[in-house]
């Protein structure tokens, strides 16, 4: 089959579609005939030498994908041949097909376009198990979400009003903190043009936000413990801003706050499948009912993936950046 594959990371044109062995399911797991892929930052990383695939895990990118199940493992009995489903993966969805355990799917919901729902499950899964299974955000709080126009930061946008909380969303353009607006945002910031902190203190009459979803890290830290409300929480997810940074340790201290930095790929199964059932149970019936849709940029065939590469790390994306497959 063909997978798009890394021989010597670097950039876009690093990426090869090559031929590689069909998977095996496993025991609990299924085989996807993959009909897309999503397009992650964390792609990008891997491509780049940055952050390879988990033990275990199919060496090329992609860690979401949309499809039809060809293959059933032996104790698998939750999916069947022929159903369309969505996976989170750890690895190995710039394919034709993967093999994923069957507690990483979401079920196919009526009225999504399969293309358009490859983007769907690694930022739910991402934006639920931090925001509100580790922050906790309850209704009526606040959250400020860095990168409200890339996939991720659409989806919080989203998930968070829909259950009753207020967004405030960075982005770098006016035509980016429009979208971040259409989406839900109370307010978007241009952090090209403005300070983020200034304006949430004005928002929140000085009290600051609850939750911080920070996709970009450095420097950034030091600014979101600033912005942090008595008892907020701070969750650091990516590092698009570096590694390395320094905050003020009596702030974070006087408002009580926490930083918690995650990431979600190489997390023990068990615990990848009970985020997933958390999906199932409480953000799948919002997706079903068109509350939450999955928010797509563009699409790019598998072979032209180091394109979709160049657009993402261009930066004007608006929402997924999606591969079709079939």
């Given amino acids: 089959m063909r997978a798009v594959t890394v021989p010597v990371p670097g950039g876009p044109s690093a990426l090869v579609v090559s031929e590689v062995p069909e998977p095996v399911a496993g025991p609990h797991e299924v085989v996807i005939d ?3 892929a999503g ?6 990383s891997q491509r780049e030498g940055h952050y390879p695939s988990p033990a275990g895990a199919p060496a090329w990118p992609g860690l979401e994908v949309s499809g039809t199940v060809v293959s059933v493992g032996s104790e698998v009995t939750g999916a069947s041949l022929g159903d369309y489903v969505l996976a989170l993966l750890s690895g190995g969805g710039y394919a034709d097909r993967v093999a994923v355990d069957e507690g990483l799917l979401l079920p196919y919901a009526k009225g999504l376009d399969l293309v358009e729902a490859a983007g769907l499950p690694e930022a739910l899964a991402t934006v639920w198990s ?9 209704p009526g709080e606040t959250l400020l979400v860095h990168g409200g126009s890339s996939g991720i930061g659409s989806i919080a946008i989203q998930l968070a009003v829909a259950l009753g909380s207020t967004v405030y969303a960075t982005a770098g353009s006016a035509e980016k903190t429009a979208f971040c607006e259409q989406l839900g945002a109370a ?19 000085g009290r600051g936000v609850d939750v911080v979803l920070d996709l970009v890290g450095g420097d950034y830290l030091a600014r979101d413990v600033e912005a942090v409300a008595p008892g ?3 969750m650091v997810i990516a590092t698009q801003g570096g590694t390395a940074a320094t905050i003020d340790v009596g702030r974070l201290m006087a408002a009580r706050a926490r930083i918690w930095g995650t990431t979600l ?3 023990p199964l068990e615990e990848r499948r009970a985020i997933m059932a958390e999906v199932r149970e409480h953000v799948w019936p919002l997706v079903a009912a068109g509350t939450v849709r999955p928010v797509l940029d563009s699409v790019y065939p598998l072979e ?9 790390e261009a930066g004007q994306h608006l929402g997924k950046i999606v591969l079709a497959v079939r």
């Fill in 265 to 267: 790929r190489a997390r």
């Fill in 232 to 234: 907020g929480r701070v």
């Fill in 304 to 312: 032209f993936a180091a394109t979709a590469h160049k657009r993402m």
């Fill in 187 to 205: 307010r978007g910031i241009d952090y090209k043009q403005e300070d983020f902190v200034e304006v949430v203190h004005e928002l929140t009459d």
């Fill in 39 to 44: 397009v992650n930052r964390a792609d990008v």
């Fill in 130 to 138: 931090n925001v509100f299974m580790s922050a906790g955000l309850q």
């Fill in 34 to 36: 993959v009909a897309a």
